[in-house]
């Protein structure tokens, strides 16, 4: 389609797929309309495919200009994501490039009204039992949490479905170990208050608000060493 001006770009209706490639210097357009206080979650796939796609994404009014602009995302690196609330009714335009202007990088972008998720909380389940799954991101605002059942030697990531009250899905993946998963207490009138672990196993939870301190205790042998890795960012 000839999209690479803004005042050529392409109308699409919510919610929508859209599969491109990059031109390189080239910049892609797409058009929207939207009322005002309208939440359009924007999820741009290419690196989670493997395509060699760097994307730099901006939302412009009808008079071409910035209303957002966004890059990398902490959860998804270089795949941008994002949620635009319209401050107004009208039509507002996505351009979309490469940060690197390299040519030949193919994407995926998702608009519509789904969550954004970031990790499940926890980011582990044991195999073999049910677990209560709630869910951290940047827009997850009507999403409920699920329970899982993992199989008992199954495969180590599943792939969940998110759905909020748009009924329209995002995703995250959950790992799964046959060790136990203990998870934060976080009791309101008791902040520091330890959650009960066991050695060998695993430690969860999420660090929030600002300055928020998780607390575990655990048995320990005299003279045995206990090793600890943190899984995070990674």
């Given at each position: 389609?000839?999209?690479h001006a803004t005042a050529s770009p392409q109308d699409v209706?919510?919610?929508?797929?859209?599969?491109?490639?990059?031109?390189?210097?080239?910049?892609?357009?797409?058009?929207?309309?939207?009322?005002?206080?309208?939440?359009?979650?924007?999820?741009?796939?290419?690196?989670?495919?493997?395509?060699?796609?760097?994307?730099?994404?901006?939302?412009?009014?009808?008079?071409?200009?910035?209303?957002?602009?966004?890059?990398?995302?902490?959860?998804?690196?270089?795949?941008?994501?994002?949620?635009?609330?319209?401050?107004?009714?009208?039509?507002?335009?996505?351009?979309?490039?490469?940060?690197?202007?390299?040519?030949?990088?193919?994407?995926?972008?998702?608009?519509?009204?789904?969550?954004?998720?970031?990790?499940?909380?926890?980011?582990?389940?044991?195999?073999?039992?049910?677990?209560?799954?709630?869910?951290?991101?940047?827009?997850?605002?009507?999403?409920?949490?699920?329970?899982?059942?993992?199989?008992?030697?199954?495969?180590?990531?599943?792939?969940?479905?998110?759905?909020?009250?748009?009924?329209?899905?995002?995703?995250?993946?959950?790992?799964?170990?046959?060790?136990?998963?203990?998870?934060?207490?976080?009791?309101?009138?008791?902040?520091?208050?330890?959650?009960?672990?066991?050695?060998?196993?695993?430690?969860?939870?999420?660090?929030?608000?600002?300055?928020?301190?998780?607390?575990?205790?655990?048995?320990?042998?005299?003279?045995?060493?206990?090793?600890?890795?943190?899984?995070?960012?990674?």
């Amino acid at each position: 389609t000839n999209n690479h001006a803004t005042a050529s770009p392409q109308d699409v209706s919510l919610p929508t797929a859209i599969d491109g490639a990059c031109d390189g210097t080239v910049f892609d357009y797409y058009r929207i309309t939207a009322k005002a206080g309208q939440g359009v979650a924007c999820d741009l796939l290419a690196t989670r495919l493997g395509w060699d796609f760097d994307p730099v994404v901006r939302v412009l009014d009808a008079a071409g200009n910035q209303v957002l602009a966004a890059d990398d995302d902490a959860a998804t690196a270089a795949d941008t994501r994002f949620v635009f609330a319209a401050p107004a009714d009208g039509q507002y335009v996505l351009e979309l490039r490469d940060n690197r202007y390299k040519p030949g990088g193919r994407y995926r972008l998702r608009l519509g009204e789904f969550p954004l998720v970031s990790t499940p909380l926890p980011l582990v389940a044991t195999s073999g039992l049910v677990s209560q799954i709630a869910w951290t991101g940047p827009a997850i605002d009507g999403t409920s949490p699920l329970s899982v059942l993992t199989t008992a030697g199954g495969p180590e990531t599943i792939p969940l479905t998110v759905r909020s009250s748009s009924g329209q899905p995002g995703w995250t993946t959950l790992l799964t170990s046959e060790l136990p998963v203990a998870l934060e207490a976080n009791l309101p009138d008791k902040p520091d208050e330890p959650a009960a672990a066991s050695i060998p196993g695993l430690f969860a939870g999420k660090l929030d608000p600002a300055k928020d301190r998780d607390a575990f205790t655990f048995a320990a042998t005299k003279g045995t060493p206990v090793a600890f890795r943190s899984i995070s960012r990674s």
